[in-house]
């Protein structure tokens, strides 16, 4: 029966011994490596998906934030007083929200119409309007808050994709299973969980309390989610989700063109929410096929502050009395080559009037011979200006007839602010000049 056969195979091992361990070795760094190959080949599919259900989920919040609160300061305050509470206010601008399909100016255009429609158009009011639109508002301790009805419209619209984890932990822990050896189900799902970052749908209070209480206006057209993924929400998308959270604790180990490669990533998916068109190759790599230079520009210098925001939130670039430092390799003069090839902002200045005094043969004979004309002051509009956008200063030129404003000096970005009342502008001595 042989010596392994008769004593068993874990004493034969055991008596073998290096001999054994040569012979094992080798075969458990195989399944090792097929293991570590599929379980990164799982992670490369998905993450980019729960990435983008992620992003659109941000954009969607973000854009709902804001309407609900204007719908409520426009429409439901107006028509309902102090009727409602603040959460039952909330519910109302939802329902208002989502039966105009979706977008405010569908709001202000049935009212107008509804409006110029009546048989008094000068007593038709916003509480006219929403009376008509939803049967008696209801006041309800039970009613959701922003952020559960924000939470649940998200998650409705942009649901993460469905993965069955239970099987796929089988599946990974049988190509490290052996005779002598059983891959622990719970380190691989929890190995899976932290590199994928899945969590199980959450339990969101979903319930409207106008599901079954609406008259049925038509809706001026359907929800368009592309209305929630496009403009400012490009740049919120962006900002939390250039780096994984294991990225995070990476600092100091950002390689040769990490910084480069995660820009132009982000600026593809940044033009293609513009609207550009683009075209892939093989390799992932991306060429534009026709998108307006407005677009192009913004999407750039979308992607270029959101990346420059992250380095600094991620401590991979920190301040000092000596200005910028890179303390993960690489990362600010990566950001440098970036900035130098990427087209900067026009610097937004203060513009100011002044009085000026009319001589020669033209001046008005009358007593009053002066006027006032606008001038640009050439100081930074800190109200205006941003941190970690990319600016230059533009001059204007004149060819025969034409003329155009044209960029000149270096390019910089402000990196702080400071408070001013109850607003934060930009800190002027946090300039940052790229050379």
């Known amino acids: 029966m042989g010596l392994f056969g008769s004593l068993g195979t874990f004493r034969g091992l055991a008596i073998a011994g290096g001999a054994a361990a040569d012979v094992i070795r080798p075969a458990e760094e195989k399944r090792e490596a097929r293991y570590n190959d599929a379980f990164d080949k799982f992670v490369d599919n998905n993450v980019p998906r729960f990435m983008e259900a992620r992003q659109k989920r ?25 009727a409602l509470n603040v959460n039952s206010q909330f519910e109302l601008a939802e329902k208002i929200l989502f ?13 107008l119409q509804e409006q110029k429609n009546s048989a008094d158009p000068k007593s038709y009011t916003v509480s006219s309007f929403v009376n008509n639109l939803v049967k008696n508002p209801k006041n309800s ?31 990974l822990a ?15 799902k929890d190995r899976l969980i932290a590199a994928t970052g899945f969590t199980e749908p959450p339990v969101l209070k979903s319930n409207n309390l106008y599901d079954t209480n609406i008259l049925g206006t038509a809706s001026a057209d359907k929800f368009d989610m592309q ?55 093989n390799q992932g790599d991306w060429k534009i096929l026709a998108g307006r230079p407005k677009d192009i520009h913004e999407a750039y210098l979308d992607t270029f502050s959101a990346t420059t925001k992250n380095l600094f939130d991620n401590g991979a670039i920190k301040t000092s009395k000596d200005g910028l430092v890179s303390i993960a390799k690489n990362a600010l003069s990566e950001l440098t080559a ?22 020669g043969p033209t001046a008005p004979t009358s007593d009053d ?10 100081k930074v509009d800190v109200f205006a200006t941003k941190p970690f956008r990319l600016y230059q200063r533009y001059r204007m030129v004149t060819k025969g007839n034409k003329q155009t404003f044209v960029p000149y000096g270096d390019k910089f970005m402000f990196t702080a602010t400071i408070k001013s009342g109850n607003r934060d502008i930009i800190d002027v001595t946090s300039k940052h000049i790229f050379k």
Do not use: H, W
Request: charged letters at 25%; zero cysteines.
């Open 58 to 82: 941000i954009a969607i919040k973000n854009s709902l934030k804001g309407q609900l609160n204007t719908i409520v300061a426009k429409y439901v305050k107006p028509a309902s007083g102090t």
């Open 99 to 111: 039966t105009n399909g979706g977008k405010i100016e569908n709001i202000d255009k049935a009212f």
């Open 141 to 171: 301790d039970d009613a959701r808050t922003l952020e559960q009805i924000i939470d649940a419209r998200a998650y409705e619209i942009a649901p993460d994709p469905t993965i069955d984890i239970a099987s796929k932990v089988e599946s």
């Open 174 to 188: 049988g190509y490290k299973d052996s005779a002598l050896y059983t891959m622990d189900r719970g380190t691989v």
């Open 227 to 281: 209305s929630f993924t496009q403009g400012e929400n490009n740049l919120l998308i962006q900002e939390n989700n250039i780096y994984t959270q294991n990225e995070n604790k990476k600092i100091g180990q950002y390689g040769v063109g990490k910084v480069g490669t995660e820009f132009t990533r982000l600026a593809g998916n940044a033009l293609k929410a513009k609207g550009v068109q683009l075209n892939y190759d």
């Open 338 to 359: 970036i900035a130098n090839i990427t087209v900067s902002e026009k610097l937004t200045t203060q513009m100011a009037t002044r009085t000026i005094t009319n001589q």
């Open 369 to 378: 011979s002066s006027n006032t004309e606008t001038y640009d002051t050439g």
